[in-house]
């Protein structure tokens, strides 16, 4: 028994190795230097970081003239991974259960818009809530319409961000809601439950793993994204990850940036423990 | 629980309207005749003659092509490997597992800064090609494990068994019995690569070298300038098109082998 189990190992390891030393050189190595640049001191030159090991950056990082940012950020992460999970469940539901022949079709068809440039389709978002855009004008036939349209404003972020991440939500929901016995509703609906009921007893305990890997795949990467909250929210939108990127990209505080990274970083493995085993098979 | 599913369908169609308007917008904005992306003034076809002139634009494209197809195939090839030995349970799956999930849930801004410093500090990769590959591959292997693990830890051992009961040699049962099953799955994880890849702003924003800028940060650069050009309108909509075309032909003959089988089939 031993021996197949041993031998078993080996397999699995060696099929494994191509992926881990690739991992391990261009992932992990480079988040191991960026831990090690966040202790370093600050250098204005082409060094950037260097030595002696200190903790100033963090002390910086954690300053509350950042609260604002990191506040922000939060919101921004979690009302997308919200709105993700409202408009991502009766999509993957539906193609699940009422899809029949045509679900792999549908879920490509979720899936063609992100093979347009992912800039082209901001813009798209940009023209759509102009003053003049298209969403302004519909909804002014129905005395909606706002000045100025909706551009710069919170929600023109959201619902950007929802509109970049929902394919991640929608993959995991589907693969779970595709797993899920429907026939257990009816049970549920025989038993005297209501909807209400039976989707919070039911529905999302059987679900639930889906949820949680759809949520996990876009609150951390929705939190580090700065490209959209600069195209759709203005100059004052600031987030987490434009001040990672603002000390980066002008070489202006290496340490500074590495530490906020880190502190992503955390972030990401709080939310990889908070997943424990439930989410794995998704995963 | 057939009772009012049509209030589900209104819903899904509004998501469907939600993820389409962007495109089918763009569409319709790759034939203005001004540059303008908000108003329609009339219609031409000059920014897709003038995408076919503009050698810039061109020269970026076939080097993102060049790197997307790179990084698909190393990613395709060595991902499928690591979903076939993540199949069975063993000591050590999970760690593997956590592993595969960091780049998954890593923002990508925290990777592009950390694989910055590593290339330029650390190991003294200059910018560029090489080190855009690296990193495409690298943040999209974990898509291809995902997607075609989903598909082997689904398959039945047992067609395996049976064929090597029927004499298949190791190889031969691979080729005839495991790949046809998961080669679905395998082009899944290919075209996920490459869109990612093709695709990636943030990250090789930070990686590329003087002479190789991919088409996305490219555009990227200049759209902060001066809005988007609607050449890359133009070019977003073909690929759309692209793609969709490529479905439709895969959906079809997809449809006419499983008829034809069913046929062959009855015919036995």
Redesign the interface.
């Known amino acids: 028994m031993i021996c197949v189990v041993s031998r078993r190992w080996l397999k699995a390891n060696a099929l494994l190795t191509p992926t881990g030393l690739w991992l391990g050189i261009f992932l992990i190595a480079p988040l191991v230097v960026v831990v090690q640049f966040s202790f370093a001191t600050r250098d204005t030159g082409v060094a950037r970081a260097v030595l002696p090991w200190t903790t100033q950056a963090y002390l910086t990082a954690l300053d509350p003239a950042f609260l604002p940012i990191f506040g922000r950020t939060l919101v921004y992460a979690v009302a997308t991974t919200a709105a993700c999970l409202l408009l991502g469940f009766p999509l993957a539901w539906f193609i699940a259960r009422y899809g029949g022949r045509y679900r792999t079709l549908l879920l490509a068809a979720v899936l063609i818009p992100f093979w347009s440039s992912y800039l082209a389709r901001i813009y798209a978002w940009k023209a759509l809530l102009d003053g003049e855009g298209l969403v302004n004008t519909v909804l002014g036939w129905v005395g909606l319409d706002r000045d100025g349209g909706f551009l710069l404003t919170h929600g023109a972020v959201i619902l950007g961000l929802t509109y970049g991440f929902l394919p991640f939500m929608v993959l995991p929901l589907y693969v779970a809601c595709e797993r899920f016995d429907f026939r257990l509703v009816e049970a549920s609906y025989d038993l005297g439950h209501g909807r209400v009921s039976t989707f919070f007893r039911v529905v999302l305990p059987g679900v639930f793993t889906g949820v949680l890997a759809g949520s996990l795949l876009v609150l951390v990467p929705a939190a580090g994204d700065f490209v959209t909250p600069k195209l759709l929210g203005g100059v004052d939108q600031s987030t987490f990850g434009s001040v990672i990127d603002d000390q980066f990209r002008g070489g202006n505080n290496w340490p500074l940036g590495s530490a906020m990274a880190v502190l992503l970083l955390v972030l990401v493995v709080l939310v990889l423990l908070l997943r424990g085993r439930r989410g794995e098979d998704v995963l | 629980?057939n009772r009012r599913?049509w209030v589900?369908?209104l819903?899904?169609a509004l998501?469907?309207l939600?993820?389409?308007?962007?495109?089918v917008?763009?569409a319709l904005?790759s034939f203005n005749s001004s540059r303008?992306?908000?108003?329609i003034s009339g219609l031409s076809t000059q920014w897709y003659a003038e995408l076919f002139d503009d050698t810039r634009v061109l020269a970026s494209l076939q080097l993102t092509l060049q790197l997307a197809l790179a990084s698909a195939l190393i990613s395709t090839v060595?991902?499928t490997?690591?979903a076939?030995?993540?199949?069975?349970a063993?000591?050590?799956?999970?760690l593997?597992?956590?592993?595969?999930?960091?780049?998954?849930?890593?923002?990508?801004?925290?990777?592009g800064?950390?694989?910055?410093?590593?290339?330029v500090?650390?190991?003294g990769i200059p910018l560029g090609f090489g080190a855009l590959l690296?990193?495409h591959?690298?943040?999209s292997?974990s898509f291809v494990?995902?997607v075609v693990r989903?598909r082997v830890?689904g398959m039945d051992v047992r067609m395996e068994e049976a064929a090597a009961d029927l004499g298949a040699s190791p190889f031969v049962a691979f080729r005839t019995v495991t790949l046809p099953l998961v080669a679905p799955a395998v082009v899944a994880g290919a075209a996920f690569a490459f869109?990612l890849s093709f695709?990636d702003?943030?990250i090789s924003s930070?990686l590329t070298g003087v002479g190789s800028t991919t088409?996305?940060v490219f555009?990227?650069a200049q759209?902060s300038k001066r809005?988007?050009s609607p050449e890359?309108?133009a070019?977003?909509?073909l690929?759309?098109a692209?793609?969709?075309l490529l479905?439709i032909i895969g959906?079809v003959i997809a449809s006419w082998r499983a008829r034809k089988a069913g046929a062959t089939a009855q015919l036995v």
């Open positions: 629980m599913p589900l369908g819903v899904v998501v469907f939600f993820l389409y308007a962007p495109i917008w763009l904005a303008s992306l908000s108003k060595i991902g490997l690591a076939f030995g993540l199949r069975r063993f000591p050590g799956r999970g593997w597992t956590v592993l595969l999930s960091l780049p998954l849930v890593v923002p990508e801004v925290v990777m800064v950390a694989m910055l410093g590593f290339f500090k650390l190991a690296f990193a591959v690298a943040f292997l494990v995902v989903s830890s869109l695709d702003v943030v930070y088409l996305p555009v990227y759209a809005g988007i890359i309108v070019l977003s909509t690929m759309v692209a793609t969709a479905l959906v």
